[in-house]
Nanobody, 123 residues
Framework: VQLQASGGGLVQAGGSLRLSCAASGLSFNRYVVGWFRQAQEKEREFVAAISRSGDNTEYADFVKGRFTISKDSAKNTVYLQMNSVKPEDTAVYYC?????????????????WGQGTQVTVSS
């Protein structure tokens, strides 16, 4: 099983970025997929998650209205569209897969992790 996160980079405040999480060895139709982030010297925190069917999504309060999580089942890929980014969004972003839609905001519940992609927002 491998999750590949990509799409990070340097963006100016107020700009947009789209992260992708592609999976091999598992189907996102059978897993909840979450995005987490970890800034320097801070704990990993929940950003967003999407259910197996894609019908249900959850967001951290600090990204509501700015970020959107979605999935393309045909490509077995989950996206995180980041709009109106702020300098405080700077972090390494990780995608992860969880077999159960339970405590999805808790990173310890997730079974598989991608390698992370760096997002840097300049002011």
């Amino acid at each position: 099983v491998q999750l590949q996160a990509s799409g990070g980079g340097l963006v100016q405040a107020g700009g947009s970025l789209r992260l992708s999480c592609a999976a091999s060895g598992l189907s996102f139709n059978r897993y909840v997929v979450g995005w987490f982030r970890q800034a320097q010297e801070k704990e990993r925190e929940f950003v967003a998650a999407i259910s197996r069917s894609g019908d249900n999504t959850e967001y951290a309060d600090f990204v509501k209205g700015r970020f959107t999580i979605s999935k393309d089942s045909a490509k077995n890929t989950v996206y995180l569209q980041m709009n109106s980014v702020k300098p405080e969004d700077t972090a390494v972003y990780y995608c992860a897969a969880d077999s159960a839609y339970y405590r999805i905001r808790d990173f310890k519940q997730y079974d598989y992790w991608g390698q992370g992609t760096q997002v840097t927002v300049s002011s």
